[in-house]
């Protein structure tokens, strides 16, 4: 089945404490995304990546990190998380004809 | 700079009962927009891609149109389960090839039998 992956689902830390959210998706896509989706604020682009080794910044790219080191990974890291990195994050990958496929999310808490 | 503004952000409807969902842009030459589907705990799900001014897609009770300025989109005799928050987006033009994209708030759309 075509999917992406994210993990974990959901994710309680305290502030300063490195992490990772995984994501992994089994189409064979170039591109792909992140993305934060606040209440009020709705979904924000992160950073992205066009292919391996290659990521941009997008709207609200402060405090993470991205890499793409292989194509059907694209984790997202928070060297430092703040109590305002608290968020629903999707991933996504897309094909050449701009159809993003969003991973199910995770919710991020900052303490 | 370039931005995705939705209305209404809420929409309660009977079943049965047609309305419009508006998706307003201002970018410096569009390059498509696109709709998405979001259901609650749930990640967006595609729905559709509107390229120039006048053109339309359907799909079951929903249809997009896209003029110069913003786009609709259009629920006929809807049910229960098209109840979702609606996504509209846009290329971002500071973006490579498609990278950047920008997405309104959503329309929040319950439908009640």
């Known amino acids: 089945e075509a999917q992406v992956t994210q993990n974990p689902r959901y994710l309680i830390t305290v502030t300063g404490k490195k992490l990772t959210v995984t994501c992994s998706q089994n189409m064979n896509h170039e591109y792909m995304s992140w993305y934060r989706q606040d209440p009020g604020l709705g979904l924000r682009q992160i950073y992205y990546?066009?292919?391996?080794?290659?990521?941009d910044k997008g709207d609200v790219p402060e405090g993470y990190k991205v890499s793409r080191k292989e194509k059907r990974n694209f984790p997202l890291i928070l060297e430092s998380p703040s109590p305002n990195q608290t968020s629903l994050y999707f991933c996504?990958?897309?094909?050449?004809?701009?159809?993003?496929?969003f991973g199910s999310g995770t919710q991020l808490s900052v303490l | 700079e370039d931005q995705v503004t939705q209305s209404p952000e809420a929409l309660r409807l009977q079943e049965g009962e047609s309305s419009s969902l508006n998706c307003s842009y201002t970018v410096s030459g569009l390059r498509g927009l696109f709709w998405y589907r979001q259901d609650p705990g749930k990640g967006p799900e595609f729905l559709f891609t509107?390229?120039?001014a006048g053109e339309e897609k359907e799909k079951e009770r929903l249809k997009a149109t896209l003029t110069k300025k913003e786009s609709f989109l259009h629920i006929t005799a809807p049910k229960p389960e098209d109840s979702a928050t609606y996504l509209c987006a846009v290329p971002n033009a500071g973006g490579t090839s498609y990278g950047k994209l920008t997405f309104g708030q959503g329309t929040i759309l319950t439908v009640h039998p």
């Open positions: 996504a990958s897309r094909t050449t004809n701009e159809k993003l496929f």
């Open positions: 990546s066009m292919n391996v080794e290659v990521t």
């Open positions: 509107l390229y120039s």
